[in-house]
């Protein structure tokens, strides 16, 4: 007995206290993957029942709502492809989230670069006008705005009416990405190139943006998606055929209430292409989050 005591290991206080440590932090992570599974699942746990229910009969989601697709219906997304109004809405989408992209792009990169790259007076009061409008939600100006589009701009129902108060909610946001984003690139780069005969707009124009593009990737995705997605503003100013998509599912629903499937199918139809899109530049996002972090 004594003999395999003496030749059992004996551990240090400090080896002691590493091995707790260790073990409480992989209790920690334990902890962190299974919230993060929670989450997960609940928030794509709709989205794959409405991409399935698409996929379904209306009998079969009465008979057994929770149930695989059994068997597949390609009828609902078909349906839906065929009907020209699903083209009409995204095609109106497209547009308005385009000009909303690029008008927030242009601006935002010109608007964040004297105020990282200037050194002037009201340089930081500035930089917080842009701060505060972040805390201004768009609904509080939805009726000012209205009247402003409509009525004094004659730009009511058009893809121009939507897509500029759009961008102009975008900027704040695009501003205080941007801002530490092009603070962060040496200023020893600005001084050589005006040694070499560049102006500060030609430093903008032929250095500083092809290195601001992880930075504008990041912007011009969130504005196309957040546009994609918005519905107070297109509800207000679009009628008719110049209705976005997110307008069209809900016409749809109520003129369809009874063809679940459909609207299943309609609903599924109308996300993916921004879902696509925002997971195919979600590694552009990343970067450019982080080059502004570390600015």
């Known amino acids: 007995m004594s003999a395999s005591l003496a030749t059992r290991p004996q551990h240090t206080p400090a080896q002691a206290k590493r091995a707790k ?11 962190v993957y299974a919230i993060a599974l929670a989450v997960v699942a609940i928030t794509l746990g709709p989205v794959l029942y409405g991409v399935l229910g698409g996929f379904r009969t209306n ?10 697709p059994a068997p597949w219906v390609l009828d609902n997304y078909a349906g839906v492809l065929k009907n020209p109004d699903f083209w009409q809405y995204a095609l109106n989408s497209t547009m308005i989230a385009v000009i909303t992209t ?17 050194q002037f007076r009201l340089r930081e009061p500035i930089f917080m006008v842009f701060v505060l409008g972040l805390l201004f939600p768009a609904t509080v100006a939805i009726v000012p705005l209205f009247i402003l589009i409509s009525r004094d701009l004659n730009m009511g129902n058009t ?3 939507v897509a500029l108060p759009q961008a102009a909610f975008a900027l704040p946001m695009t501003v205080v990405i941007l801002r530490p984003f092009l603070m962060a690139l040496p200023q020893e780069l600005e001084e050589a190139a005006q040694l070499d005969g560049a102006s500060r707009i030609g430093f903008f124009w032929k250095i500083l943006l092809p290195l601001s593009g992880p930075g504008m990737v990041t912007v011009g995705v969130l504005a196309f998606v957040g546009s994609w997605n918005a519905y107070l503003l297109p509800l207000l100013l679009l009628q008719g055929d110049m209705r976005t998509l997110p307008l069209g599912v809900a016409d749809y629903s109520s003129e369809h209430s009874a063809d679940t499937a459909g609207v299943f199918a309609f609903t599924a139809l109308a996300m993916i292409p921004a879902l696509i899109f925002f997971l195919a530049m979600q590694k552009r996002i990343v970067n450019g989050l982080q080059g502004a972090v570390k600015g």
Do not use: C, D, T
């Not at 440590?21 to 902890?31: D, E, I, M, P, W």
């Not at 690029?102 to 990169?109: A, L, R, S, Y």
């Open 21 to 31: 440590k260790r073990n409480g932090s992989q209790g920690r992570n334990v902890l």
């Open 102 to 118: 690029v008008v927030v792009v242009v601006f935002g990169i010109m608007a964040a670069y004297p105020l990282a790259r200037y």
């Open 59 to 68: 009998a079969q989601l009465a008979e057994n709502p929770a149930g695989l």
């Open 159 to 161: 893809w121009w009416g």
